[in-house]
């Protein structure tokens, strides 16, 4: 007779990741969830007005949501996709980041030339960092050290000692710089500017601009695949993505996608980046082994910002039979003899759970001044 294969039956909730992308919809004042399994809206959150930069908690539990025209950060669980608390900040705040430990959320005040610093325990501003002009995109270091903020009206990017929130340097760039990302290991970050149609390179352990990528027109965003050989570059002008060979520093590639491009994620396995389209209001999914957009997902009004999660769900485990069929008969033992119970509660009823909390925020995300109350262009 050949063996019955293994039955199973509901039982203890045990640990799952999902990958949701929180995309910020700037004039329908919410925030749209995609589940990347299916690319498909699965909750729309009310946030304040004109929200622009998104970033995650490393752990995933957290979303934060700069509210440019509020001047307010909205705080989103992950869990129930609800709001859970909305943090005063300084004026117009348009981007938001989160540091590689999680409890620090640096906020760029556009029109306040400052850094306000969440704690995110409390979620409560406990410093505030002044000294940039314009201030926009922001990374960190991955040892936590250092951030690297993008200046618009100075076209520059000053670095922040994270310990002491000092200015310790700043970098000339190129023409209205919108953004910071850092490569993974650490040792380049990539400036995106749009004045001046290029990317910026920085050497991270001299601070000084080793070479410059001529990209799109009006470069906004940058995301780095999770092994550091791509860059993708948001042109938010020319309605396309510009694909750069980190190894060389050369454009390879050329995807166009919707109108008005502006920011872009990468999720956590390297396989897809997520591309918002402020003027057609929808995000382009791009497949990255062969750079082609293979998704087009509706959204809210002018999306802008967007990062993605690795959340943890629960769902029910299922026992096996044999497991079952044990926990029956201990059940019936303890029924029939009550000595016996004391020596076997609770056997095979146990479950271990394995927690496995992802986190991947790619960062930097901003408003620039182009929608509602100045034009595309921030600076004159």
Do not use: C
Not at 253 to 279: F, M
């Amino acid at each position: 007779m050949a063996p019955l294969a293994a039955a199973s039956l509901p039982g203890a909730a045990v640990a799952q990741v999902r990958e949701l992308a929180y995309v910020a919809n700037n004039l329908s004042d919410d925030v749209s969830v995609i589940d990347t399994a299916t690319d498909t809206v699965i909750a729309t959150i009310p946030v304040g007005d004109n929200p622009s930069g998104v970033a995650v908690t490393p752990d995933g539990t957290r979303v934060y949501v700069a509210n440019a025209l509020s001047n307010t950060v909205s705080v989103i669980d992950t869990a129930t996709n609800t709001v859970i608390a909305t943090i005063p900040v300084g004026l117009v705040p348009g981007d938001v980041e989160i540091t590689p430990d999680g409890t620090r959320a640096y906020v760029s005040n556009t029109f306040a030339d400052s850094i306000s610093v969440i704690d995110t325990a409390t979620n409560t501003v406990i410093d505030t960092i002044p000294g940039i002009d314009n201030p926009a995109g922001t990374a960190f270091t991955p040892d936590g050290a250092r951030a690297y903020v993008a200046s618009r009206a100075s076209d520059n990017v000053a670095v922040i000692n994270v310990a002491t929130g000092d200015i310790i340097d700043t970098i000339p760039v190129g023409d209205n710089p919108q953004n910071v990302t850092i490569t993974p290991d650490g040792t380049r970050a990539y400036v995106p500017n749009a004045f001046s149609d290029n990317v910026s390179v920085i050497d991270v352990a001299t601070n000084n601009v080793v070479d410059t990528i001529t990209v799109g027109d009006f470069p906004n965003d940058v995301a780095i695949t999770p092994d550091g050989t791509r860059a993708y570059v948001t042109n938010s002008l020319s309605d396309n993505v510009s694909v750069i060979d980190t190894a060389t520093n050369a454009v390879i590639d050329t995807i166009p996608v919707g109108d008005s491009p502006r920011d872009v994620a990468i999720t956590a396995n390297g396989a897809r980046a997520y591309v918002t389209n402020s003027s057609s209001d929808n995000v382009s999914v791009i497949n990255i082994a062969t750079n082609a957009v293979i998704d087009t997902v509706t959204v809210g009004d002018s999306p802008d910002g967007v990062a993605i999660a690795q959340v943890e769900t629960r769902r029910k485990a299922r026992k096996s039979l044999s497991q079952a069929r044990g926990e029956a008969k201990n059940r019936s033992r303890n029924q029939n003899d009550d000595k016996v119970k004391a020596k076997i509660t609770g056997w095979g009823s146990g479950g271990h759970r394995s927690h496995h909390r992802l986190g991947h925020g790619h960062g930097p995300h901003r408003w620039d001044g182009s929608h509602r109350i100045r034009p595309r262009h921030p600076k004159g």
